[in-house]
């Protein structure tokens, strides 16, 4: 096995055990490592990287709990046994492309709201582990702040919102490439108002807009709700959106927005590179058409770095981005913004007309964890654990699914999504799982012309030694639909 | 002065004192005592009345505080010198009555912005005064609250919304005739969201929507966002919305819902009578025309009862009950509700479509207040607290607004409608006050058709002797437009 091409990067954010964790992942990907081989000694390959022994460790810990290796006693790191295969990418059939529609059912909100049933197990929604969450520090930070600012947290936090919060939002998204000033961020109550606001302020009724496919369900149900027509552009799992889907669209159909989520897109997990972000501004903004990008799970990347935003190669104040605290640190608090662009204006009229503003305290709270709960560490220690759960979740979906079963490999956030052999029927899988307590989100959702039958996503998040058993009960049942 | 006909009713829930003091004000009403005239001493009414020293002292006080007696220095209590007259009845031709649509500036937009300015004198958006407010109370239980429900404070309150607040509102509302279930009851970020979701819930664009006139600008705006018409209803300032021209208005339009404020009306302040209510009800029923009732005033009655609400009348689930604790607790806080009767799945469907659901922290505070803060209390005092105001505030319009002006004499809620002579011009008068450092709420905003030029609201929460000097500015500059 040869790595001398292994240079490391010390000027890199990335520290030097994730660069070799990297490199020897990228061996087992280009198959030099194959299931069940032993991977070089700790020792070993301390000298042949020529870094430190605790650097090996940590990298062969890191890959452990990804369940890319196992150890095993007395003998070393292993290449795990099997891995479970990334899904075919979509089919590109153009002439699927035609604008639909939507008319979903009320399976959405029945998944929403099991999310109240404590006696389920939640692989439903995608909802952050409730015991990963900073509750105690952000109760403290609640009472404290809302004594500290008695006025100011009973009283309106009038568009454009909390001014301390929209301050912390534009400082951190400079990691993200973006270049806000607090001026240019509107507090809105969760990401679902941001989205919500900037469909309206974009669209009338029978405007078409266009989707990544799958989407998230609730873009479908929002479009609907306006009178919007859905164009489902087809993805790929790896790097988001096609783009020449998008473009091809775009010629046959006058699309008044675009809705893409760049990072860690829901469901499926991708990132879309850096190069198809510049590439997709610049492709909507030639023909004058505003992107809504929705940077929800940006925070929770497996790497270390964290992705950066499309609308950083925005000029023209097209892009609108939307994201929210929902995913990282409290759902309940509905703590989103958007930097609406050169729509600021109009949004902020609209948000003053529709709920007047979001509540106070909540903004002031998640403005202090920001500027003084450690964020940043917090986040390091929450996307480990994601990764973990993402790994062993997609593993045990490996041993127990039909055969034929795919599943993504999502780079960060918490959601897999798994296409099941054909037969299976994901609204007949929810109906059994949920007879067994458990919760999970059928495909057809993720699309309005009732595609992706045979598909699931499913919430890692939850996932654990405890839930495990109930993985395997629904693979079981998907077993049981596959062959019956 | 025979005050024979009294008779001290020990079953009301209006303490004897204010029995008192309402056969007092009855007869100064009805011209029996006149202006200027000394009342009978204490100890003389006490003996007449067969009533206690003390309940006849805690009357005068009572009057003396709503500026219906003056005391004197060792002589005793007399009929106060001025009191502002009750504006002319709207007029209510009939010519008036047709659909507009709605299409206002940005005037309500920058008023409630004014909020933020703690430089100028708030007599222009309708929030309450936050020295009145439990802030110290709130911000306790929003830290002990979380603390004690850390789980359920971080996640989503999933429509209908916080089942221990639920329970609050339905006990309460049994107050105003209600009998309503927690079940029954959808929370919302504010009234705002309430009433937005009742329209779309019950209207698609180009639907006509009956309101009262003057109507609350925010009710005209969300009516032009969701592209629907307002058909604007006369009100008397004593009684609110006109039956009588309503049912002209529906027997010529195809009206698909109505808004009323039964309840201390924003801006007259008008309590719609019992009789009223029903009849309002009965009317819209028979012709199947669902009524969209906002209660938002209605804790804050200046008598020692709190008004019942229409809802008590409608058997068909065809009203819709909204209200907030915007007006009593805390405006920042963002918790309103609905009582959506039959349209509660679509509204529940809705809400998790545009918001999701409102911040989970400030609805555990405000049900935590409800149950274990006093509020009952806390109303009796801040209700006396904005009666005071409310009387001062029209006294000194009546003694620096140009002749002619009248104000309303709200029993309710703490806006105050003033009615200039039709040479002032409202939105001339809110440039030079806002020059002063002072913010008002001109007329025009009121109408969908530009009525109510030479008419404001005026907030009298903030009104105390540190404003005062503003309101003479305020009447100085009236005085000014009027003679110009």
Known sequence: MSIMEFTPNKQAKTPLYEQVAQRVSKMIEQGTLRPGDRVPSIRRLSQQLQVSINT?????????????????????????????????????????????????????????????????????????????????????????????????????????????????????????????????????????EAMMLALRALCAPG?????????????????????????????????????????????????????????????????????????????????????????????????EERPSVAQRYDSQGEVLLCSSFSKTLAPGYRVGWIAPGRYQKRIEALQMVMNLCSATPTQLAVAEFLANGGYDRYLRSIRREYAKKVACMSEDIGRSFPEGTRVTRPRGGFTLWVEMPTKVDSLELYDRALKHGITITPGPLFSASGKYRNCVRLNAAFYSERTAGALATLGRLACELATS
């Open 207 to 303: 405007d078409i807009v266009a989707v990544e496919s799958p989407v998230y369900f609730n873009f479908l149900q929002l479009i609907e709700q306006l009178g919007l027509r859905a164009l489902e552009i087809p993805c790929t799992p790896n790097e988001g959106m096609s783009l020449e889907a998008l473009e091809y669209a775009l010629e046959h159909n006058r699309v008044k927005a675009c809705i893409v989520i760049t990072n860690f897109n829901n469901p499926l997990g991708c990132l879309m590179p850096e190069g198809k972000k510049r590439q997709l501004v610049e492709m909507l903004g030639q023909k004058g058409i505003p992107l809504v990008e929705d940077d929800i799970y940006g925070d929770l990347s497996f790497d």
């Open 56 to 192: 090996v460790k940590e990298a062969y810990g890191f890959l452990e709990d990804r369940r890319v290796l196992k150890a095993r006693p007395q003998s070393g790191y292993y290449v795990s046994a099997r891995r479970p295969a990334p899904p075919a990418a979509p089919s590109l059939s153009r002439s699927q492309i035609s604008p639909t529609r939507v008319s979903l059912g009320e399976v959405s909100q029945m998944i929403i709201r099991d999310t109240l049933n404590p006696e389920l197990i939640q692989f439903g929604c995608a909802i952050p582990d409730p015991a990963l969450l900073p509750t105690d520090k952000l109760a403290r930070m609640l009472g404290t702040e809302a004594r500290r600012h008695p006025i100011e947290s009973v009283s309106y936090a009038v568009p454009p919102g909390c001014e301390a919060l929209r301050t912390q939002i534009a400082r951190r998204m400079v990691q993200a490439g973006c270049n806000l000033s607090p001026e240019e961020v509107v507090i809105t109550t969760g990401c679902s």
